[in-house]
């Protein structure tokens, strides 16, 4: 079985910082990589999406995005999760760019709150900081979800990677 990587960007993310970092858009639009396979946008219905559609908004003041959803009958093993604020830390204010973010795992039939679901509360990611969640084990079942709730500045981009089990 191939790794499969998941990102969802926002909107000030360029092709540039894309190409950099060992992604491409295809000849349909949609984000892929060469770690073991393809890569896909995926919207909150766990569909895949093209790049445009896949946004999250740089310009809200609080943001929830549905990162990853698994698709009916699948079940999914996540095997790494990566959140990185892509603000230039050596870029002018890099004070003023840092994010703070909410990571939430929700069974299916479940909503996304505080007391239940989160994994990660108000973890403030500085200007250039990667936070790396793999040590936990994680296996979603279908339509199990995990979200990310972020503050302005919009500068998280998310990877998931995940086997199919």
């Known amino acids: 079985m191939a790794i499969k990587n998941v990102a969802i960007i926002n909107k000030s993310l360029t092709p540039t910082d894309i190409a950099n970092n060992g992604w491409s858009i295809n000849g349909d639009g949609f984000l892929v990589n060469d770690v073991g396979g393809a890569g896909a946008l995926i919207n909150e219905n766990g569909e895949s999406v093209t790049l445009a559609d896949a946004v ?29 604020n892509k603000y230039n830390p050596y870029d002018t204010n890099p004070e003023a760019q840092e994010t703070v973010f909410d990571m939430y795992i929700v069974p299916n039939g479940r909503t996304a709150t505080p007391d239940t679901t989160v994994v990660v509360r108000k973890l403030l990611l500085p200007a250039g900081e990667t936070f790396t969640f793999d040590s936990e084990k994680i296996v979603l079942d279908e339509f199990d979800r995990i979200i990310i709730d972020g503050q302005a500045p919009g500068n998280l981009i998310v990877v998931v990677s995940y086997l199919e089990v």
Do not use: D, K, M
């Open 56 to 84: 999250v908004p740089s310009s809200a003041v609080t943001y929830r995005h549905t990162i990853i959803s698994v698709p009916e009958g699948r079940s999914w093993a996540i095997t790494n999760i990566l959140i990185c």
